[in-house]
């Protein structure tokens, strides 16, 4: 599956100079009460990274009011604090967006969520958004050559992360299932991004509690819909870090990854 991933997304191009923009955004009480309910809010809180090239990029932002014709393949966020300290004590957070590289199809991002207060750094999200066709909305094709020339001189040159190996054999079943309500779907009717993140931790949990994750990585693979039954699995690394798989029909849909 991490291969697949990678040869999906083409190295990123080297930049020349970086653009950075940041909001401000409040917590209220519920958003850090579990560390599932920060994670949730912290994935939440990124997609301001689309607003960098919709308001540097004029040819990106026609074809994205035009096409809609970008999806999210990966999101994902690292603590740096735990959300214990974070909750009842951060009434506020400023987002600054980056782009971190561009490739002919895709292009990645990464926002620094801090206290507005103190600018104590809280965590970190990164993500990419892939540029696929508008019939099958699946298929991975290039961006103009107008698109890549507005995009690639905003990319700060940040790798991606290297991807969690997982031994074949380390795959088992969990006792977890449910099915998806329509307050889990978004405006386009499937899962939102962010509902991803509940989901898998209540499989993780089911697994058996492991406390926090220091960072939580979702891979897209694809849609679910109201009334569909998910199912998980789950696989653990050398390392300790852990892989659910949520999957409709037997088919995964996502894989979240979670490091300890």
Known sequence: MARALRALLRPAARPRRRHQSSITSCVAWGDTSTWWDWSARCLTLSAEAAGLPMNNCPNFREVWDRENSFVTRVHGVAFATPHDAVHMRVPAVSVAPRLARVSRRSFGWR??????????????????????????????????????????????????????????????????????????????????????AYLAADALRAAGDRGPPASVDVAYLRPAVPGDALAATMAESDCGAARVALEVGGATAVAVDFTF
């Open 111 to 196: 926002c620094d969520l801090r206290d507005a207060a103190s600018d104590e750094l809280l965590a970190t999200t990164h993500g990419t958004f892939v540029h696929v066709d508008t019939e099958t909305y699946a298929r991975a094709v290039e961006m103009s050559d107008a698109m890549l020339a507005e995009l690639r001189p905003l990319a700060t040159g940040e790798d991606r992360a290297d991807a969690l190996e997982f031994p074949d054999g380390a795959w088992a079943p969990v006792d977890w299932t449910t099915v998806v309500r329509g307050s889990d779907a978004d405006d386009f009717g499937h899962v939102n991004n962010a509902k991803w």
